[in-house]
């Protein structure tokens, strides 16, 4: 076979990664080609071509572009780099747009239970609970200051403690 046809088989044995050859058989065959493990290995050592349309097929069971299976080993790792770079800022992006949703809904939450309060719910209390109220209440009155560019003040300097949130001014 040719150097073409080699690195072929060398990119598609990088680009697979943990897919096993059988896996990745089994998902060319539900794309309507005959392939098998065997033939997974034929391609990736070389001894047999990979065919135009088996090529676009096998790009996208894999997630890569055709132009990705041409690579040198060297280009490959480097763009399979910045690709996975890439996926991990994209993955933690979507945790971060959930989990600013997620910290508004809290506060939004907290906002109505401060609402909620009514003097006459707590006058039998103890001044022991009426004290531990309050504090709790402090300690809301402090979070519902926070803005999401505080959380992101604070937690990017390690010396910082939370309260610190509080001491900087808040929102």
Known sequence: MSDTDARIGKRLGELRGEMSQASLAAAMAERGHKWSQATVWSVESAKRPLRLAEALDVAGVLGVEVADLLQSTAAGEVIDGLRSALAEVDRIALILRTGSQDFEGART????????????????????EKGRL??????????????????????????LHWDSIYERGGE
């Open 134 to 159: 309050l504090e709790v209440v402090r300690e809301a009155d402090k979070r519902m200051k926070w803005s999401q560019a505080d959380l992101i003040w604070v937690d990017s300097r390690d010396d």
């Open 109 to 128: 939450r907290l906002r109505g239970a401060i609402r909620e309060l009514d003097e006459s719910d707590v006058q039998e209390w103890s001044p022991e």
